[in-house]
């Protein structure tokens, strides 16, 4: 923010009309389509009547008609859960050591981080399926396998998320400070850089979370059963509960990036030194 001649501050970007129109834009852009899911699902063989018959049905519990749903629901978020293990036990020391012992790789690191995104999933699977019958032959033909697959398809959004955090902390400077008080490494990595890296490991598990609720064409392909496979198979006979599932998963994962945001906003201001004080 810079000073104008007249001693008024310089407020740079758009002005206040500007970015009320461009919220309500992208309100909309992404609100329509859930309240015209929404709509559809409260649709009853009478044009212009309503009801949340077949949202208490799914609530309720008392049929079986759904249970491949929740098969697939259960599925989606264990493999939800392995994916943000495999991404963060593999992912985060791989970019801590580089930043720290080799940053002549840091680039080949983005590169290859980045590269899944750059494949068609359909192309990716096509090279997975001879791994997966090496996989299938030792850990077995469980839906949680997928995890393998999932940690590289979500690799692009992970680095981002970690690389960015990364890239605002001077890592090098606290760990030779931590271990010239004689910490070790591993109390260096656990004690010292990941809870400055907690912002980035947050992002970094909410966008694996939301990109492995929403995978369909690997599982599809791998003759596995996640939340998406399921839906498809669902959305056959009713079309309606299909999209309940949808939208409930959509909404989700909005509601988890947006509490991700809140806490990483609320350590921020946390942290911010109150002024007047040194």
């Known amino acids: 923010m810079a000073a104008v001649s007249g001693g008024a501050p310089l407020r740079l970007g758009p002005g206040p009309v500007v970015r009320t129109v461009i919220w309500v834009v992208l309100g909309a852009f992404f609100l329509i389509p859930l309240f015209s899911m929404l709509e559809f699902t409260l649709r009853t063989a009478k044009p212009g009547v309503y009801s949340f018959d077949r949202w208490a ?4 519990g008392g049929t079986t008609l759904y249970d491949r749903v929740y098969q697939g ?4 978020l264990v493999l939800a859960v392995v994916t943000v293990a495999i991404v963060l036990l593999v992912l985060l020391p791989t970019i801590v050591l580089v930043e720290l012992r080799f940053p002549q790789l840091r680039r080949l690191l983005e590169a290859v981080c ?10 990716m699977v096509v090279g997975l399926a001879p791994t997966y019958a090496v996989v299938t032959s030792i850990f077995g033909s469980g839906a949680w396998t997928l995890a393998f697959a999932y940690g590289i398809t979500v690799l692009p959004f992970a680095y981002r998320a970690i690389q960015s955090n990364v890239a605002a902390v001077d890592l090098v400077t606290l760990s030779e400070a931590a271990r010239s008080l004689g910490a070790g490494w591993g109390a260096v990595f656990w004690r010292v850089l990941t809870p400055n890296l907690r912002r980035g490991i947050l992002a970094a598990s909410a966008l694996s979370v939301a990109v492995v609720l929403g995978e369909f064409t690997i599982a599809s392909l791998l003759s596995r059963v996640n939340l998406q496979t399921s839906l498809l198979l669902v959305s056959q006979s009713d079309p309606f509960v299909a999209v309940i599932f949808a939208l409930l998963a959509l909404v989700f994962a909005f509601v988890l990036l947006v509490v991700v945001d809140r806490v ?3 350590r921020r201001r946390a942290r911010r030194p109150v002024k007047g004080t040194p």
């Open 73 to 76: 629901l259960g599925n989606s």
């Open 264 to 266: 990483v906003g609320a």
């Open 114 to 123: 980045l590269l899944p995104i750059m494949i068609p999933a359909i192309v």
């Open 57 to 60: 049905g799914v609530f309720s």
